[in-house]
């Protein structure tokens, strides 16, 4: 059970992530910019925490991993990059809290991925727990004073969901794939592999799309670095439940966030609270104690 608070905790890191990375647009860094800023400093933490963990654990290093590693690796990076592009561009369509409730569809997404990529089904038990979770996750989507879910902010969120999916289940690949090592080690290795891939990946795009936006993300080092410390922190946590758990019951749990968020938008955007949300909250927390007390019996 110790991957559950392990999910908790990297719930709350991201929720703060997405916070600093939603000023960050409101500073004039563009989606681009706002994006990389979560890489460009984590790159460097991830691979001293993998160098490390692998120094602390004795014996003779590990042989190098195969092909079928790397691609989950790069799979997973490009995915997980796009995603989080499209949820920061999502930031300037809709409230802070209901854009990030968009991406939660990722939650049906992966544990049909998961059986059809890893063949890690998901039971009845689960699916329930999903289903309680998505309704209130449905909920919290609704914009205030809006009809139906239509537009491009429903688009941007659903592919995103979707594209998190993908990348969990390509990161717990790449974890299994590093077995036997101990599960801290092996988070920290496929971390410190799939940051560095994306820090390459982004600085190219951006320096062929972008010209300007890297000096403009340097130059605002002391916000930007703050988005890189929360989001490795939070990564080398979701890494270390993918390492634990199917990617469905971690991302499952996960929709805590939604909950976290909400709180943020509250204290420090200012968004106000609706009878509505607040049943949505209940439901995705019912979900989370479902699936708790399934893996209990």
Not at 16 to 26: E, H, I, N, S, W
Not at 95 to 102: E, L, P, Y
Request: aromatic content about 10%; hydrophobic content about 60%.
């Amino acid at each position: 059970m110790l991957w559950i608070p392990i999910t908790l905790a990297a719930a709350a890191v991201q929720t703060l992530r997405f916070m600093l990375q939603k000023q960050l647009r409101a500073a004039g860094l563009s989606v681009g910019g706002a994006t990389f800023s979560r890489f460009l400093f984590g790159a460097p933490i991830a691979a001293l925490s993998a160098l490390l963990a692998l120094g602390l654990g004795g014996g003779d290093l590990p042989p190098l991993p195969g092909a079928r590693f790397a691609l989950f690796v790069l799979a997973g990076g490009a995915a997980q990059v796009t995603a989080t592009w499209l949820t920061v561009a999502l930031f300037s369509l809709r409230n802070f809290a209901v854009g990030v409730a968009f991406t939660k569809t990722e939650t049906v997404q992966v544990a049909l991925f998961s059986a059809l990529i890893l063949g890690e089904a998901v039971g009845p038990a689960g699916w329930l727990a999903i289903a309680i979770g998505m309704t209130g996750v449905l909920l919290l989507s609704r914009q205030r004073g809006a009809g139906g879910f239509s537009g491009r902010a429903t688009l941007y969120g659903v592919l995103a969901g979707g594209l998190f999916a993908l990348s969990s289940i390509f990161y717990r690949g790449a974890t299994i794939d590093l077995m036997p090592l101990p599960f801290v080690t092996r988070a920290l290795v496929t971390l410190a592999c799939v940051t560095a891939a994306q820090s390459i990946g982004m600085a190219l795009w951006l320096a062929w799309r972008e010209p300007g936006e890297l000096s403009r993300t340097l130059r605002a080092w002391r916000r930007t670095v703050w988005v890189g410390v929360t989001g490795i922190v939070g990564s080398a946590a979701w890494f270390c439940a993918f390492a634990l758990q199917n990617a469905a019951y971690v991302r499952a749990v996960g929709q805590v966030e939604v909950v976290f968020t909400l709180i943020i938008s509250a204290l420090v955007f200012h968004e106000r609270l609706t009878l509505r949300e607040a049943a949505g909250i209940l439901l995705v927390v019912a979900s989370l104690l479902a699936i708790v007390l399934a893996h209990r019996a």
